[in-house]
């Protein structure tokens, strides 16, 4: 069993910065490929990035490449997300999901294993 708690959401100005983290407990993390989704009010939930056990593969959604930035440290079983210049339609909450995922379902959430919580991100326009 893994948990997964995520930290870092709150209110910014469109044009501004937020760093996501995702810690993880539980049973090895090391192993699993991660990723960060989000849901917006009345809308399914989207793929935003994902990054594998080695971080040599990563993935992100078009609308989020060049602002967003995913990264893991293993020794601290965190995964991050950095999102810079956030836009309105950034405003989600923010899951974290970890599993034993090939990297060809990295997009689909339903491949995932495991789930936090979620962070409100809002970005104010």
């Known amino acids: 069993q893994v948990q997964l708690v995520e930290s870092g959401g709150g209110l910014v100005q469109a044009g501004g910065s937020l760093r996501l983290s995702c810690a993880a407990s539980g049973r090895a993390f090391s192993g699993y490929a991660m990723a960060w989704f989000r849901q917006a009010p009345g809308k399914e939930r989207e793929f935003v990035a994902h990054i594998r056990w080695s971080s040599a593969i990563i993935y992100y959604t078009d609308s989020v490449k060049g602002r967003f930035t995913i990264s893991r440290d293993n020794a601290k079983n965190t995964v991050y997300l950095q999102m810079n210049s956030l836009k309105a339609e950034d405003t989600a909450v923010y899951y974290c999901?970890?599993?034993?995922?090939?990297?060809?379902?990295?997009?689909?959430?339903?491949?995932?294993?495991?789930w936090g919580q979620g962070t409100q991100v809002t970005v104010s326009s």
């Open positions: 999901a970890a599993g034993a995922i090939p990297a060809v379902y990295a997009r689909d959430p339903k491949g995932y294993n495991y």
